[in-house]
């Protein structure tokens, strides 16, 4: 005689959570994880795609985008000075929107390049992006160099 014993279901259970599984579908460009923390930062198997949006950034990341940004900055604000010296801004579309003052050519540059770093920080695991990244990181410490060549010029 087969004898089969059953364990007793438990009154305290707790019910599912999951509601929606995420790992059915890819991580999106955009989500509510996006802005107000999320759990993913890299790709959880060696053998899945590695070109992947994710919802957590490294500090890394993070260092270079502010980098970028304080380079901005301090571009904008050699342009302003040597402006002030007698300099010409070479860049026409620059040279219309300086027409309307410093304060919208700061507002232009930051706003431009804060979205462009966030792109950039979007795409992260894009070889592209990480490319345009050090692309843009290189340029302006380049940029940062010409600029303290021309002070140093200017000034002494």
């Given at each position: 005689m087969l004898v089969t014993h059953t364990a007793p279901a438990l009154a305290?259970?707790?019910?599912?959570?999951?509601?929606i599984d995420r790992r059915r579908r890819p991580t999106a460009m955009f989500s509510r994880y996006t802005f107000f923390g999320g759990r993913r930062q890299h790709v959880r198997r060696l053998d899945d795609e590695q070109e992947v949006?994710?919802?957590?950034?490294g500090s890394g990341l993070l260092l270079a985008v502010l980098g970028v940004v304080l380079l901005n900055l301090a571009d904008a604000y050699f342009t302003l000075l040597f402006l002030a010296h007698?300099?010409?801004?070479?860049?026409p579309l620059v040279d219309r929107v300086l027409a309307?003052?410093?304060?919208?050519?700061?507002?232009f540059k930051t706003l431009g390049?804060?979205?462009c770093a966030g792109f950039?920080?979007?795409t992260k695991n894009f070889r592209a992006a990480r490319i345009g990244l050090w692309i843009?990181?290189?340029g302006y410490?380049?940029?940062?160099?010409?600029?303290?060549?021309?002070?140093?010029?200017?000034?002494?």
């Amino acid at each position: 005689m087969l004898v089969t014993h059953t364990a007793p279901a438990l009154a305290c259970a707790a019910p599912e959570r999951r509601t929606i599984d995420r790992r059915r579908r890819p991580t999106a460009m955009f989500s509510r994880y996006t802005f107000f923390g999320g759990r993913r930062q890299h790709v959880r198997r060696l053998d899945d795609e590695q070109e992947v949006f994710v919802d957590r950034y490294g500090s890394g990341l993070l260092l270079a985008v502010l980098g970028v940004v304080l380079l901005n900055l301090a571009d904008a604000y050699f342009t302003l000075l040597f402006l002030a010296h007698g300099g010409q801004e070479l860049n026409p579309l620059v040279d219309r929107v300086l027409a309307y003052g410093p304060h919208v050519f700061i507002l232009f540059k930051t706003l431009g390049i804060g979205v462009c770093a966030g792109f950039l920080t979007l795409t992260k695991n894009f070889r592209a992006a990480r490319i345009g990244l050090w692309i843009v990181l290189i340029g302006y410490s380049l940029l940062l160099c010409w600029h303290l060549l021309l002070l140093a010029t200017l000034f002494f």
